[in-house]
DNA sequence: GCAATTCGTGTCAAAGTAACACTTATATTT
DNA sequence: AAATATAAGTGTTACTTTGACACGAATTGC
């Protein structure tokens, strides 16, 4: 026996959705997708799934391709499965989410697919189903996001906690005492102080702030609680 | 155009896994493969996705064929993609799981597959990566289940405080206090006292409650926290 | 009518949460 | 050099939630 028999076989692609933080707001990264149907249209960055490569590794590669990046945070979403989904012919995809630090991601790298940031608020018509991967993607972030510190995915290894307090404020749409956010980040044993202050958005300064990568990996699963009345969420 | 070109198709399949309490454990169904490889093995339920028909949808046809029902909770669990996961040909595996009540799930309707439930805890050998699979729907099952009501999918229309206890118990393997477990699960308010009593299991009689359906659409999403240091689960 | 069993409930101390305002450090302006 | 403007950093209090803990009530079988 070599196959199976009597069964339709079919396409399988991996798109990936590229988060990022600008400072204010959190933003997707889209391309221009490079070939017909539906070429030059607004698109996620996504492939096919090429023969003896795993999801993981292909969404790696994908991501990989546009922005230059290796290690980063990424993770399954959904897999989608429509039939009419794409229009030429059946086509399985499979979703990831990645985080990136907006500032590693080097434009020019990826010619081919003039690829821009959209805010997640303003994110233009996409082919096929994308909009809803990114409305799943950007559920998926906010629900993780309340339970386990993944947002750090986002911002470079040196950060204040005035900036990480934008990031929360920014992906829940909300504002959030500070006094309450600094005592709940501190108290999570997840912040080593540096030395040195950030002093290009205040006078005063504020001081940079790095993970404590050990207790990361060991809290991950820790519920951090950040955003108060979480439950009310979405 | 009509398809993409040097793009290597490949089967997808749909697993499921079916939970079930008995009243005092998680268990899990499965069948006997009823073709090769591995024929005879046990198996999750699964099977090939037809031309024209959706996850979700072909997920339903693959429980309503084992179980006879309709209408059950169903949730996409996780897309597994290991190119050597099936050893005959390449196959893609979309993952589901499905609590039911298992009184309702009669066995004779499904001759053909030999099914059996399985405690959590002792699940015999399966076949492919199916052990990795019900692994994760455990854990996603135990992590869901701590921040939404969706436990109640696995008892009968009418069951009674105490029932619902040993089902949290069950899931998380632990005791609990049964003054806080009930003062929590009546402040929810998605519980309806009924007027009569389950018997069987003890001289006095429990009262019976029933779900209030339309609190429990609007308050699914509402944390349930039933289970002291929910953060403390893997 | 006595014993055995499980159901059902209340209190209290501790921890966690959310609301709230002022001082500090520094750069810029006058 | 003094005044001003700006964002950083910090503490207290009332309230809510949590978890630990024990006994009376209802019923059955002996």
Redesign the interface.
């Known amino acids: ?4 028999s009597r ?6 692609a991996i798109d990936c959705i590229i988060f990022g933080f600008d400072g204010q707001e959190l933003k997707v990264l889209l391309i221009h997708r490079a070939f ?2 539906e070429k030059g249209k607004w698109s996620l960055m996504g492939g ?8 993981e590794e ?1 969404a790696s590669r994908i991501l990989l391709q546009l922005t230059g990046l290796k290690g980063v945070y990424l993770e ?1 979403l ?6 009419a989904r794409d229009p ?5 995809s ?1 979703a990831y989410f990645a985080l990136i630090d907006i500032h590693k991601y080097e434009k020019q790298l990826s010619e081919e697919y003039h690829p821009e940031w959209f805010p997640i608020g303003s994110i233009p018509k996409l082919i096929f189903d994308h909009a809803r991967i990114i409305e799943m993607g950007k559920e998926k972030l906010r629900y993780k996001a309340a339970l386990h510190p993944i947002l750090f995915e986002l911002l470079p290894e040196k950060f204040t906690i005035p900036q990480l307090q934008s990031l929360y404020e920014g992906i829940y749409e909300t504002g959030l005492d500070k006094r309450n956010f600094s005592r709940k980040v501190l108290s999570t044993g997840l912040l080593i102080k540096l030395k040195d202050k950030e002093k290009t958005s205040s006078k005063k300064g504020a001081f940079y702030y790095k993970l404590d990568k050990r207790r990361y990996q060991a809290k991950f ?3 951090l609680n950040i955003i108060p009345n ?2 009310k ?2």
Do not use: C, K
């Open positions: 026996m070599t196959r199976y069964q339709t076989r079919l396409l399988a017909e149907p096919f799934i090429q023969p003896d490569e795993g999801f292909a399954q959904h897999a989608f499965g429509d039939p030429i012919e059946r086509t399985v499979v699963q820790a519920f979480a439950h969420l979405s």
